[in-house]
């Protein structure tokens, strides 16, 4: 499917209007992860980067990143402590190749996603609005019938002492293709250098409601923050289609390369407002691995991106 194109514009209609419901229109920000913070930095791969994958920053000795986290949910003023809303925080990495050239990689904290497709992910929704709405049987009623989505809503999902104390997962898996022409697939892991640290009920409970935004911009200054990007690897049996499935903890890991964030940038900056990340690689030598998620992803992406972008444009026109 070419860059810019809907797949299925229906759905993806169907999905912008479900989180709407859900949590209402707030112009200029995403339906989900609308509360994000930016940061700049560089990619630099591993030795076993180039023996996985064909992609040009696989072998560039260093490529300019943007990083984007977020926390869960459509509403950009929630808390980030909230424990009503805590799901899995965001977090997203766009690889700048050249003037007009780019791909990246979108993961959240949780290792999973609740549904396998975009019309169960637009039940699932339904049956969030239908929740928040009073009739929490109908929610009730999906989980029992689909037990990923039961483990998504119910695992714990602590918060952390920082963003960049965080893991990552990139639910849907990809077809890595080197330059000889061996293909393997695997799913993306973002992990912090430092380790993973977490806050417990009581500690995030205390912390003020804007602290992980707050804190990043100065810990920056101080020092570099690295993160290691791995790939999980398939062997015979996972299903590499399905991103409501976790494969076993033992599978192996290739080290793909490491983020270094040097800085927290301004999101409200024009550019950076415009940019719409993309969970489809669209770069040769990574793609997807048939999992229908990554295009209906790609979809409400693009679509809401679109709505925001509109909505910015209509603002700066207004103050014009």
Same mark, same amino acid.
């Given at each position: 499917?070419?860059?810019?194109?809907?797949?299925?514009?229906?759905?993806?209609?169907?999905?912008?209007?479900?989180?709407?419901?859900?949590?209402?229109?707030?112009?200029?920000?995403?339906?989900?992860?609308?509360?994000?913070?930016?940061?700049?930095?560089?990619?630099? /791969?591993?030795?076993?980067?180039?023996?996985?994958?064909? %992609?040009?920053?696989?072998?560039?000795? $260093?490529?300019?990143?943007?990083?984007?986290?977020?926390?869960?949910?459509?509403?950009?003023?929630?808390?980030?402590?909230?424990?009503?809303?805590?799901?899995?925080? +965001?977090?997203?990495?766009? @690889?700048?190749?050249?003037?007009?050239?780019?791909?990246?990689?979108? %993961?959240?904290?949780?290792?999973?996603?609740?549904?396998?497709?975009?019309?169960?992910?637009?039940? @699932?929704?339904?049956?969030?609005?239908?929740?928040? %709405?009073?009739?929490?049987?109908?929610?009730?009623?999906?989980?029992?019938?689909?037990?990923?989505?039961?483990?998504?809503?119910?695992? /714990?999902?602590?918060? /952390?002492?920082? @963003?960049?104390?965080?893991?990552?997962?990139? +639910?849907?898996?990809?077809?890595?293709?080197?330059?000889?022409?061996?293909?393997?697939? +695997?799913?993306?892991?973002?992990?912090?250098?430092? +380790?993973?640290?977490?806050?417990?009920?009581?500690?995030?409970?205390?912390?003020?409601?804007?602290?992980?935004?707050?804190?990043?911009?100065?810990?920056?200054?101080?020092?570099?923050?690295?993160?290691?990007?791995?790939?999980?690897?398939?062997?015979?049996?996972?299903?590499?289609?399905?991103?409501?499935?976790?494969?076993?903890?033992?599978?192996?890991?290739?080290?793909?390369?490491?983020?270094?964030?040097? $800085?927290?940038?301004?999101?409200?900056?024009?550019?950076?407002?415009?940019?719409?990340?993309?969970?489809?690689?669209?770069?040769?030598?990574?793609?997807?691995?048939?999992?229908?998620?990554?295009?209906?992803?790609?979809?409400?992406?693009?679509?809401?991106?679109?709505?925001?972008?509109?909505?910015?444009?209509?603002?700066?026109?207004?103050?014009?």
């Amino acid at each position: 499917m070419p860059a810019g194109t809907l797949g299925n514009p229906v759905l993806a209609q169907q999905l912008l209007d479900a989180f709407d419901q859900l949590q209402g229109v707030h112009p200029g920000f995403r339906p989900a992860h609308a509360k994000g913070l930016m940061c700049a930095g560089t990619f630099a /791969p591993s030795a076993e980067a180039a023996n996985l994958t064909r %992609a040009p920053h696989a072998s560039l000795r $260093a490529t300019p990143v943007t990083v984007r986290y977020s926390n869960s949910t459509g509403l950009p003023n929630i808390p980030d402590n909230d424990p009503a809303h805590s799901g899995p925080r +965001g977090i997203a990495v766009r @690889f700048h190749l050249d003037a007009h050239l780019h791909t990246d990689i979108v %993961a959240h904290s949780y290792d999973g996603f609740p549904v396998r497709n975009g019309e169960e992910f637009l039940e @699932f929704l339904r049956a969030a609005a239908a929740a928040g %709405a009073g009739r929490p049987e109908v929610m009730g009623g999906f989980l029992a019938a689909h037990p990923n989505a039961k483990r998504f809503v119910e695992a /714990p999902k602590p918060v /952390p002492t920082s @963003f960049v104390r965080e893991a990552f997962f990139a +639910g849907t898996a990809f077809k890595f293709t080197n330059s000889n022409g061996v293909s393997r697939h +695997g799913r993306f892991r973002i992990r912090p250098a430092a +380790g993973t640290e977490y806050l417990s009920n009581e500690a995030a409970a205390a912390m003020p409601p804007n602290f992980l935004f707050d804190e990043l911009g100065p810990r920056l200054v101080k020092e570099p923050v690295k993160l290691g990007i791995f790939v999980q690897m398939a062997e015979g049996g996972d299903d590499v289609a399905d991103a409501s499935t976790t494969w076993p903890a033992g599978r192996a890991e290739i080290p793909f390369g490491t983020v270094t964030l040097t $800085a927290r940038v301004d999101e409200q900056d024009a550019e950076r407002r415009k940019i719409i990340f993309d969970p489809v690689p669209r770069v040769e030598g990574i793609d997807s691995a048939g999992d229908p998620l990554t295009q209906v992803r790609a979809d409400i992406y693009l679509l809401s991106g679109r709505r925001r972008r509109a909505a910015v444009a209509g603002a700066g026109a207004a103050h014009t």
